[in-house]
């Protein structure tokens, strides 16, 4: 099946497969500063045209599509809205940074195959410089109802002092280590099944770890099923990660590298990860659900 991309100069670019839009990947937002701007996906769509995202949800506007997004950068907040201050919850202060977009580096389409390459710049409220990223996206049509998306970044610390990657958890806040590749699910997958190597469940799995985790949602208005499948490269830093996911009040997954354990990154060093994100029509059941992480992890070879 062949790939098209369309490029808005300056805004964004869309990959359609035949005449359905898969994702459109704004790079240079228009969000407002309390939700720490950064680009991010949405609308994200099967190969049967069923869309899977959910953008600026009324209970966590911050939400958008699957973003790169981090609540704890030593003081910044990259995450969006209040910082999580043990013993206060959560506090609104004035560190939602903004992860800027800089250069477009890449954009190829090569049959069933696209790639786009560039860098940003991430910065804290005021302005000051935190993070250097090269970013790159890679999406492939692996049959004729699963496509796969490779996200890949490398962050390199510019700000002078070591920067301590972190979540609620790590500041005291029990079971809440989001942070990292999160996606936010449409609001009909809520109360959805969520699928680890182990078995198929609920909220009970967040915070396991495993090499992948998956979601299996069904739609508003037809009925229909989608699964996604997120998984973690062996290569990433806290391999395999922990898990923040949630079915209960809303579709979420998240592989949370800095779930319950801060990372350190020293001034002028980096940290790269890499991820696959299987989206397919269709609950393919456990083994089914299985088998498309393989897909993903031969996405990431």
Same mark, same amino acid.
């Given at each position: 099946?062949?790939?098209?991309?369309?490029?808005?100069? $300056?805004?964004?670019?869309?990959?359609?497969?035949?005449?359905?839009?898969?994702?459109?990947?704004?790079?240079?937002?228009?969000?407002?500063?309390?939700?720490?701007?950064?680009?991010?996906?949405?609308?994200?769509?099967?190969?049967?045209?069923?869309?899977?995202?959910?953008?600026?949800?009324?209970?966590?506007?911050?939400?958008?599509?699957?973003?790169?997004?981090?609540?704890?950068?030593?003081?910044?907040?990259?995450?969006?809205?209040?910082?999580?201050?043990?013993?206060?919850?959560?506090?609104?202060?004035?560190?939602?940074?903004?992860?800027?977009?800089?250069?477009?580096?890449?954009?190829?389409?090569?049959? $069933?195959?696209?790639?786009?390459?560039?860098?940003?710049?991430?910065?804290?409220?005021?302005?000051?410089?935190?993070?250097?990223?090269?970013?790159?996206?890679?999406?492939?049509?692996?049959?004729?109802?699963?496509?796969?998306?490779?996200?890949?970044?490398?962050?390199?610390?510019?700000?002078?002092?070591?920067?301590?990657?972190?979540?609620?958890?790590?500041?005291?806040?029990?079971?809440?280590?989001?942070?990292?590749?999160?996606?936010?699910?449409?609001?009909?997958?809520?109360?959805?099944?969520?699928?680890?190597?182990?078995?198929?469940?609920?909220?009970?799995?967040?915070?396991?770890?495993?090499?992948?985790?998956?979601?299996?949602?069904?739609?508003?208005?037809?009925? $229909?099923?989608?699964?996604?499948?997120?998984?973690?490269?062996?290569?990433?830093?806290?391999?395999?990660?922990?898990?923040?996911?949630?079915?209960?009040?809303?579709?979420?997954?998240?592989?949370?590298?800095?779930?319950?354990?801060?990372?350190?990154?020293?001034?002028?060093?980096?940290?790269?990860?890499?991820?696959?994100?299987?989206?397919?029509?269709? $609950?393919?059941?456990?083994?089914?659900?299985?088998?498309?992480?393989?897909?993903?992890?031969?996405?990431?070879?």
């Amino acid at each position: 099946m062949t790939l098209q991309a369309t490029h808005v100069l $300056d805004r964004s670019v869309t990959l359609a497969a035949g005449d359905v839009d898969l994702f459109t990947y704004v790079y240079r937002p228009d969000t407002p500063v309390l939700e720490s701007p950064k680009p991010y996906l949405h609308p994200i769509r099967t190969l049967g045209g069923r869309l899977v995202s959910l953008f600026r949800p009324h209970d966590h506007v911050w939400h958008k599509g699957i973003a790169w997004s981090l609540p704890h950068v030593g003081e910044h907040n990259f995450w969006g809205g209040p910082t999580y201050v043990h013993g206060k919850f959560y506090v609104q202060l004035e560190n939602n940074g903004s992860a800027t977009h800089r250069e477009m580096t890449a954009l190829s389409v090569t049959g $069933d195959r696209a790639e786009l390459g560039h860098t940003l710049d991430w910065t804290s409220q005021a302005g000051a410089p935190v993070i250097a990223e090269r970013r790159s996206l890679a999406a492939q049509v692996l049959d004729e109802a699963t496509w796969a998306l490779v996200f890949d970044t490398e962050m390199t610390n510019v700000s002078g002092g070591t920067l301590a990657f972190g979540s609620p958890t790590t500041k005291g806040r029990e079971n809440a280590g989001y942070g990292g590749l999160f996606w936010r699910g449409p609001r009909s997958f809520t109360n959805g099944i969520i699928q680890s190597p182990a078995g198929a469940g609920g909220d009970e799995l967040r915070g396991t770890r495993a090499e992948w985790f998956g979601f299996r949602g069904r739609h508003d208005e037809t009925g $229909d099923h989608s699964t996604i499948v997120v998984v973690d490269a062996a290569s990433n830093p806290q391999h395999p990660p922990q898990w923040f996911a949630r079915s209960e009040d809303f579709a979420c997954l998240c592989p949370a590298p800095f779930f319950s354990e801060e990372v350190e990154l020293p001034d002028g060093e980096s940290l790269r990860f890499r991820y696959a994100v299987v989206i397919a029509d269709g $609950d393919r059941g456990e083994e089914g659900t299985g088998l498309l992480a393989k897909q993903g992890r031969a996405a990431l070879a």
